[in-house]
């Protein structure tokens, strides 16, 4: 009898643990489709120094350092 009763206790936690789970699964994706990537203007490449700006749109912002 008292094994019964671990098994319930048992398949109860797994169950509230795995609806949890489900849960943050599914706001984790809510979060990932409104998230928006930043974006500088520039398409880079790598080089064999680091990186090289292919293209850079007329709308890219202006940066004065470096």
């Not at 019964?4 to 936690?13: A, M, Y």
């Amino acid at each position: 009898m008292e094994t019964s009763l671990f098994n319930r206790v048992q398949l109860t936690l797994l169950a509230l643990a795995t609806l949890g789970l489900c849960v943050l699964a599914v706001l984790n994706l809510r979060q990932e489709t409104q998230f928006q990537q930043p974006d500088d203007g520039v398409w880079w490449r790598e080089a064999a120094g680091g990186l090289e700006a292919v293209k850079v749109l007329p709308t890219a912002p202006v940066s004065l350092g470096a």
